[in-house]
């Protein structure tokens, strides 16, 4: 996993609940934490904050990463403004991932694993967003749109209508958008 | 108190330290980002360049590099719609749209499409035009705005912005410009447009090799001295022709073979540069004679279908197609214009020089399935108008393919005749007018068919000579006749041995070994040079005069002699008639002919007699048929007379009869009369009714 994940998880930390606290999620979880942006960690470690984080926030594993996602969302957009200005509004935001801004990730880090969503439009004009990957991170995907729909002034429901948590072989999401006319390319 | 504010000091201290390690690992994370994002856009950028000159190299046309180079670019930089130029043609200075695009799935853009289309960027004429000045790339960050875009008002309606453009450079020449438009405004991109312009280097190599693989076609094509399409590419032109009448007959076409008249003259004479010299203005002048509604000088390939293609066949001979012919006379027009352009006289190397052609015509009216036949047959028309004369046309009919058939026939025959010794000599008696004497014998060669049939030289000797058999038949003609007369001198010998005359026509006179030859001749049969007196016509003389003077005077000094045949038909070089070592002319008979009727022949006869007079000559009038003809020679001072008033010329056995019944030692007279022809008797007091035939007809003749 890139650096910058484990960068932003100590700001957003960091800034809710001060430096101390990154420094106890380390130690409960036996990290040094010497994370850098341009390096790539193992997954675990992700996964050992998150459950540390857990615990001492008193909440489940996957509101950790949810949350965390939310928070991260404005920390992204102050570090790379072009990829928001470049859109509308939630929805062609979330539909640029794969398109845009993944692909410039792996033009600074060639080999970054990201993740590949496939999404298609539910009859009612929702968004479904297919996700399957070994370390089943749906839950920071849920944070990562709701933390987008917030830049854009928007709420979106996210439903997770299969999920790899619960036995599914992956994940299906169901995002409606709340001004769901923003999105929609007849609008 | 203090230490707790020291400590608090303390930590402010290292909390600033802290944020500022912190801010710089940001700034360094970010720098390196930024170097790799840049690393990453040099690498695509090689992999373009790359993918680029792979294409380049591997290309097979000129379009499908440039087809690759639009897409390439466009994939690779983001930029939606790219099109290419080419410059129409080598040197010039505009631009023309190739039609080939790398286009955008959305938007509709056919009107800026079309405007881009159907125009010629001239020089310095918009974003193309300004790339064909500099020779460099050119970038616009908003062709809206930009007063130098034609194509302004349709890139506005097509939702373009910013556009790029970079020239494919051959050397330094401008040879194609690539423009690349964008829906976004934008400034320069230096680094792209570094890029752009190896890319543009690398495009060059594959025009540079198109135009050179052009330049080698066009070269295996062409005529390189006039420029002309060779024979490769006017057969193909010309199967083609043959091929579209054949699906469609109402079609018609003709070919036109031109060969010129005495073309060898200049180049013997005035050598090979002259003569090529000769050749392209004579190509150029052929040109002109096109038909003036499509005339057109082609150096390139020509249009198909609808024009004349004159071609260089080689040597000095050309072709010319005429398509699209509505009528044969069209055709004839352009052989009659032809000679009218050759007619003013060539200046070659400062000396005026006078061409003429023969011209054959051939027509898809024969009805041709191949374009070997039309060219085989409208080289046969241009022989026959050769034949005829020169400087005229023929148009082929199906009785010269006749006549070439009963040609190859003859010849086929004649090597056979050679093989079997067919051949056999006549001799005609040569007289001296003054004592009706036989002096000697000219050695005429029949040719004696199987099937009896005696067949004069007149029906043979013009296709001995094409197939060069008048080599071998020469060569016979001159041992056997000199073998025959060695017999008859030693047979009748006498105080001035008969001398035997033997023709050598121009090939054989040509030949490098003449002088040889005839020396091992005279060496194996043994005669006396001086009594063979070999008769060459005036235009083998002065063909190549000086050269005539030296084998003459070779031959002279083996102590062979010489007569000029048929004189005053030629043209002679009274200079060198003075130089060659020629002892004796023989008058042709067309004048001896026409001395009676024409005061003008009379004169001739007189003035050849003055002539020779004067040169020291002696004269053979040849065709003496008549008494009067005996009777006007002898006044005008004439030696000898040969023709039918004396003898026809007569078999071996028979003029041997001859040699024996006019010979004084011969007692017995015979009761044969070998010159007792019917023709000879009609045409004159028979010199035949008395005996000895030759002294007393002659005698008889003077009597009068």
């Not at chain 2, 504010?5 to 330290?17: I, N, P």
């Not at chain 2, 286009?103 to 405007?115: I, K, L, V």
């Not at chain 2, 180049?267 to 096109?290: F, I, K």
């Not at chain 2, 001896?592 to 001739?604: H, L, V």
Request: include cysteine; hydrophobic fraction near 40%; charged fraction near 20%.
């Amino acid at each position: 996993m890139k650096g910058i994940v484990f960068n932003l998880l100590e700001e957003v930390v960091t800034s809710h609940h001060g430096p101390d606290a990154w420094d106890s999620l380390l130690e409960n979880a036996g990290l040094d934490g010497a994370y850098t942006s341009l390096g790539s960690y193992p997954d675990e470690h992700m996964g050992a904050l998150v459950a540390a984080a857990a615990q001492t926030l008193g909440m489940t594993p996957f509101d950790v990463l949810r949350w965390y996602g939310q928070q991260a969302m404005p920390l992204l957009a102050a570090r790379y403004p072009g990829f928001f200005m470049a859109q509308p509004s939630t929805r062609p935001f979330v539909l640029s991932v794969n398109s845009i801004i993944h692909p410039e990730v792996r033009k600074i880090y060639p080999n970054a694993t990201c993740p590949t969503f496939d999404f298609s439009d539910a009859p009612d004009g929702a968004l479904l967003m297919g996700y399957h990957s070994p370390r089943r991170l749906c839950a920071l995907a849920q944070g990562f749109v709701e933390g987008a729909a917030a830049h854009y002034g928007e709420t979106v429901v996210f439903e997770h209508q299969l999920c790899m948590h619960r036995g599914d072989e992956k994940c299906l999401c169901r995002i409606s958008f709340s001004s769901d006319c923003s999105g929609k390319m007849s609008c | 108190m203090q230490s707790s504010t020291s400590g608090a000091e303390e930590v402010r201290r290292l909390q600033r330290r802290f944020e500022r390690e912190h801010s710089a690992r940001l700034a360094a994370e970010a720098i390196a980002e930024e170097g790799l994002r840049e690393l990453y856009a040099r690498q695509q950028q090689l992999l373009l360049l790359e993918a680029i000159a792979a294409a380049a190299n591997q290309s097979k046309s000129v379009e499908s590099a440039l087809q690759f180079a639009l897409t390439a670019v466009c994939e690779s930089t983001g930029w939606p719609l790219g099109h290419a130029y080419l410059v129409p043609s080598e040197g010039a200075k505009r631009l023309r749209s190739t039609g080939i695009w790398h286009r955008p799935q959305a938007g509709d853009m056919r009107a800026f499409f079309n405007a881009t289309e159907m125009t010629d960027f001239e020089w310095g004429a918009g974003l193309p035009g300004r790339v064909l000045v500099t020779s460099a790339p050119a970038w616009i960050a908003d062709v809206t705005a930009e007063s130098n875009f034609p194509r302004a008002h349709d890139a506005m309606k097509a939702g373009l912005k910013s556009a790029f453009a970079f020239p494919v450079l051959v050397g330094t020449d401008v040879a194609a410009v690539l423009e690349f438009f964008s829906d976004k405004a934008s400034t320069p991109d230096q680094i792209l447009l570094r890029l752009m312009s190896q890319i543009g280097t690398q495009l060059g190599r594959v025009i540079e090799r198109k135009r050179a693989e052009n330049d080698l076609l066009h070269d295996a094509s062409h005529d390189p001295l006039t420029t002309l399409p060779n024979r490769v590419l006017f057969l193909e032109l010309l199967a083609r022709a043959v091929a579209r009448n054949q699906r469609r007959p109402e079609t018609m076409f003709a070919v036109l073979f031109i060969d010129l008249d005495r073309f060898k003259v200049v180049n013997d004479s005035l050598g090979h540069h002259a003569g090529d010299h000769l050749l392209v203005e004579v190509a150029a002048r052929l040109s002109a004679s096109l038909r003036q509604s499509d005339m057109v000088a082609r150096s390139n390939a020509p249009r198909h279908g609808t024009c004349d293609t004159l071609a260089r066949l080689g040597g000095d001979e050309f072709t010319i197609l005429l398509d699209d012919l509505s009528d044969l006379s069209e055709a004839v027009g352009v052989a009659d214009r032809i000679q009218k352009t050759l007619a003013a006289p060539f200046v070659v190397e400062g000396q005026e020089f006078y061409a003429s052609a023969s011209i054959g015509i051939a027509s898809s009216k024969t009805g041709y399935t191949s374009a070997d036949a039309v060219l085989r047959d409208a080289d046969l028309a241009m022989y026959r108008a050769k034949t005829f004369g020169k400087a005229r046309y023929e148009i082929y009919d199906q009785t010269m393919h006749e006549a070439a058939i009963n040609r190859l026939t003859l010849e086929t025959n004649l090597r056979k005749a050679l093989k079997n010794e067919e051949f056999v000599l006549h001799y005609q008696p040569i007289v001296l007018l003054s004592t009706a004497e036989i002096i000697g014998f000219e050695a005429l060669v029949r040719w004696q068919k199987p099937d009896s049939d005696l067949v004069y030289p007149g029906d043979f000797i013009d296709v001995a000579e094409d197939t060069g058999l008048i080599l071998f038949i020469g060569m016979w003609v001159l041992r056997e006749a000199c073998r025959t007369m060695r017999l008859w001198q030693q047979e009748f010998p006498r105080q001035q041995p008969l001398i035997i005359s033997i023709n050598v026509s121009a090939r054989q006179f040509a030949q490098q070994d003449i002088v040889q030859q005839i020396r091992q001749i005279i060496h194996e049969t043994g005669i006396d040079p001086h009594t063979v007196k070999l008769e060459i016509t005036e235009s083998v003389t002065m063909d190549d005069a000086e050269r005539t003077v030296r084998v003459l005077s070779e031959l002279k000094e083996l102590g062979v002699r010489f007569s000029i045949d048929d004189f005053g038909t030629g043209y002679s070089s009274f200079s060198y008639l003075h130089r060659f070592p020629v002892d004796t002319l023989k008058i042709d008979r067309s004048f001896i002919s026409r001395m009676e009727q024409s005061g003008e022949s009379f004169e001739i006869v007189q003035t050849i007699m003055h002539l020779s007079r004067n040169l020291g000559m002696q004269v053979v009038a040849e065709g003496t048929e008549t008494e009067a003809h005996v009777e006007t020679l002898r006044s005008l001072g004439c030696d000898f007379g040969q023709g039918y008033f004396f003898s026809k010329p007569l078999s071996n056995a028979a003029a041997h009869d001859l040699l024996q019944a006019s010979t004084p030692m011969a007692n017995a007279p015979r009761a044969k009369r070998p010159l007792a022809t019917s023709r000879s008797a009609k045409r004159s007091a028979p010199p035949c009714a008395q005996h000895p035939v030759i002294s007393t007809g002659v005698n008889a003749a003077l009597s009068r």
